[in-house]
């Protein structure tokens, strides 16, 4: 909902700049191009002009690059590991379905979305956990912690694994077969 509303507002807002553009260069017949938005007021000094101008162009940088931050991004890595037997190679999203699937498993998870980062030598989790709205998350949480993440840092090779935890919440099993 978010991202439409903020699609929605930078269009409005393109049109509207647009349609001033058109109307300036004098390409809108009915609107006559000279005359005054305001009537009575005098135009504000050039410099005031070209400074909110400038803030506009740096509020719209902005607020792309946040945009643009706000498209998920699933890169999936390939780490390899070498040693005298030879080489390993397993991509990060091989690594992570068996943890995701496990955590699945657990009361009241409905679906569980797993990420691997960063190098193999220091690699980070990011856990989107959707539960029921009746699980109990602090349960979920202790057995991730308890169980799940030292078999997945056995299975890499690495204490150093950090892990974020996001849950979202929907429906409990009960409302949902009730609708």
């Not at 109307?23 to 005359?35: I, K, T, Y």
């Not at 005054?36 to 000094?45: D, V």
């Not at 956990?129 to 997945?152: M, S, T």
Request: aromatic share 6%; charged share 20%.
């Amino acid at each position: 909902m978010n991202r439409i509303l903020l699609g929605l507002l930078g269009f409005v807002l393109l049109v509207a700049g647009g349609s001033a553009i058109a109307v300036h260069l004098g390409r809108v017949p009915q609107m006559d191009r000279n005359a005054e938005l305001l009537p009575g007021t005098a135009l504000p000094p050039a410099w005031v002009l070209w400074v909110v101008a400038a803030a506009a162009v740096v509020v719209a940088l902005v607020c792309l690059r946040w945009l643009v931050a706000q498209i998920p991004r699933r890169k999936v890595a390939t780490w390899r590991w070498a040693d005298e037997a030879g080489a390993t190679r397993i991509t990060t999203s091989t690594a992570a379905a068996p943890f995701a699937e496990e955590i699945t498993a657990y009361p009241g998870v409905r679906k569980v979305e797993a990420v691997l980062t960063g190098p193999h030598t220091a690699p980070r989790l990011a856990l989107v956990v959707r539960a029921h709205g009746d699980a109990d998350l602090r349960g979920i949480r202790r057995r991730i912690d308890d169980e799940g993440l030292p078999r997945l840092r056995e299975a890499l090779g690495t204490a150093d694994l950090q892990a974020t935890v996001e849950f979202r919440m929907t429906a409990s099993k009960a409302d949902a077969r009730a609708h």
